[in-house]
């Protein structure tokens, strides 16, 4: 059963920007403070890769290199939800975008320590 669902994703010319979103898909999936929640992305052919990781305890973020100073993720508590601002988009942005709970927050860069994911929701960058 999934429980996370992300929203915001569509077709963007390179250079704009799209705000991803992701809330849980019921009330009692709970965003617990040791959580951390993070954004990977899969293009077609490779492998799914961190994107960007917020901490839900002391709001510390992560990124990707290839992301770092173009995306920002947002924690946002009271909505028990987490954003993902993209700003001067690329095609090499272009990919499936899934939001996923880490419990712990361990090796977050390591897809296997992620409880929940959402379905996915498609970023494509270009005409």
């Known amino acids: 059963q999934v429980q996370l669902v992300e929203s915001g994703g569509g077709v963007v010319q390179p250079g704009g920007s799209l705000t991803l979103a992701c809330v849980p898909s019921?009330?009692?999936?709970?965003?617990?403070?040791?959580?951390?929640m993070a954004w990977f992305r899969q293009a077609p052919g490779k492998e799914r890769e961190f994107v960007a990781g917020v901490t839900w305890r002391n709001n510390k973020k992560y990124y990707g290199a290839s992301v770092k100073d173009r995306f920002t993720i947002y924690r946002v508590a009271a909505e028990n939800a987490v954003t993902l601002e993209m700003n001067n988009l690329k095609p090499e942005d272009t990919g499936v975008y899934y939001c996923a709970r880490n419990p712990d927050g361990s090796a977050y860069t390591d897809e296997s320590k992620y409880d929940h994911w959402g379905q996915g929701i498609q970023v494509t960058v270009g005409s």
């Open positions: 019921t009330r009692t999936f709970v965003i617990y403070s040791s959580n951390l």
